[in-house]
């Protein structure tokens, strides 16, 4: 049984919820709840019945970074025998898509593994930053290259070189944030969502993500290429037959993930 997290394979149909839950530490991700998420998303991932899984901390705090207190004491050889970003990788490698529900503080680490999932539902009071500056380090699990990605240069280096938070409708403007809601509905939205997802192909979703994600990665000759032979694989599915079928006969598609 997990320590620092709750997993629900079915908070609604097809959606799994996985939700951190160090709630005094503000879900301060330490290396033990690092390594269950990534269990749990590796389960999930293997799971047939889950389609979209979603990530939340509490109404307070998505997560206020990496456990300060178990970092203060280490060297840098510590660090590197440790390699906790190992961890993160196996996490980036869900294939599933993962939607982050946030309210509170998603700082540091918490705004990372916020950014590694495929879309953020926020609360109105969220608040997104990458403070390490303050505590005479950087971030690294991924915040200057993926916040820069998001939201720009100019703005990820103030945030990377200030420490400064955003508001949730800062953050939307700059793309970080797909929807915000009332604080009440921040995790029932990203569930809808997520149910929302699990009703199509899960295979054409996952290709989606994959070449979605591709374009991060690849320059854009090659990333049309694995986009097109994506394409033309899901020919081979049950679900596009079903889903052109559906859409000739004038009725709704049963996907059935083959
Ligand atoms: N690590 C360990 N403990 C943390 C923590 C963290 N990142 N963030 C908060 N906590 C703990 C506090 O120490 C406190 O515990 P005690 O009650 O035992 O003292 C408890 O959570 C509540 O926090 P506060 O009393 O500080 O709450 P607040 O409302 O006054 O302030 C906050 C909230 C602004 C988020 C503040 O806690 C804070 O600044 N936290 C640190 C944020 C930060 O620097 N994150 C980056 C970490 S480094 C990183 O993430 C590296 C990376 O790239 C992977």
Known sequence: MPEFILVNSQVAPFVAHVQLNRPKELNALNLELMLEIKEALLSLDADPNVRAIVISGNERAFAAGADIKQ?????????LIIDQF???DSI???????????????????CELAMICDMIIASETAQFGQ???NIGVMPGA????????????????????TGKFISAEEAKAYGLVNKIVPVEF?????????????SKSPIAVQMAKESVLKAYEMPLQEA?????????????TEDQKEGMAAFVEKRKAEFKGK
């Open 71 to 79: 970092m203060a004491g280490r060297t840098a050889i510590d660090m």
């Open 142 to 161: 991924g915040g200057t290259q993926r916040l820069t990605r998001i939201i720009g240069k100019n703005k990820a280096m103030e945030l990377v070189l």
């Open 92 to 110: 980036r490698k869900t294939k599933k898509p993962l939607i982050a529900a946030v309210s509170g503080f998603a700082l540091g680490g918490g």
């Open 224 to 236: 049309l290429f694995f986009e097109r032979k994506n394409f033309y694989m899901l020919f081979a």
């Open 86 to 88: 190992t961890t993160w």
């Open 186 to 198: 921040f995790l029932s939205e990203a569930i809808a969502l997520a149910s929302d997802i699990a």
């Open 131 to 133: 403070p390490e500056i």
